[in-house]
């Protein structure tokens, strides 16, 4: 398993202060488990040395159906400052147009990507 820390950053390259933790077999995975939360193709990543997340996750009926809602979370005090450059690196999916199809069209065609790969 590879962990990754990921910064959504604008236009410009720069922070926008949203930042995540993603975990997966391979890059493949880091990609897709970014998409659930906003572009993929607008993050730098660094390697998660050690660190975690906790929160209380409960069940409720508010709307006549049961959901799992989730509060009170905790993260460690080891995450990356996100508006900080230091240890920042833009993955090898993000790039131009054009690099980005290349990408996804070696990821389509069964190649499995490690860890290394990253700019």
């Known amino acids: 398993m590879v962990a990754y820390w990921f910064r959504f950053v604008n236009a410009e390259n ?5 930042i995540g933790l ?3 077999k391979n890059i493949e995975d ?3 488990q970014i998409d659930e939360f ?17 929160w209380k996750e409960r069940k409720s009926t508010d709307l006549g159906e049961e959901v799992r809602c989730s509060s009170e979370y905790e993260i ?23 690099e980005q199809n290349e990408y996804l ?15």
Request: hydrophobic share 30%.
């Open 30 to 32: 880091i990609l897709w």
């Open 22 to 24: 993603a975990v997966g």
């Open 38 to 54: 906003g572009d993929p193709w607008s993050v730098q990543i660094q390697s998660v040395r050690w660190g975690g997340i906790c």
């Open 76 to 98: 460690t005090e080891y995450s990356p400052d996100p508006l900080d450059d230091k240890g920042w690196k833009t993955p090898k999916w993000v790039g131009t147009e054009k």
């Open 105 to 119: 069209e070696k990821m389509y065609n069964g190649r499995i990507f490690q860890a290394s790969e990253i700019k």
């Open 14 to 18: 720069k922070p926008t202060g949203y």
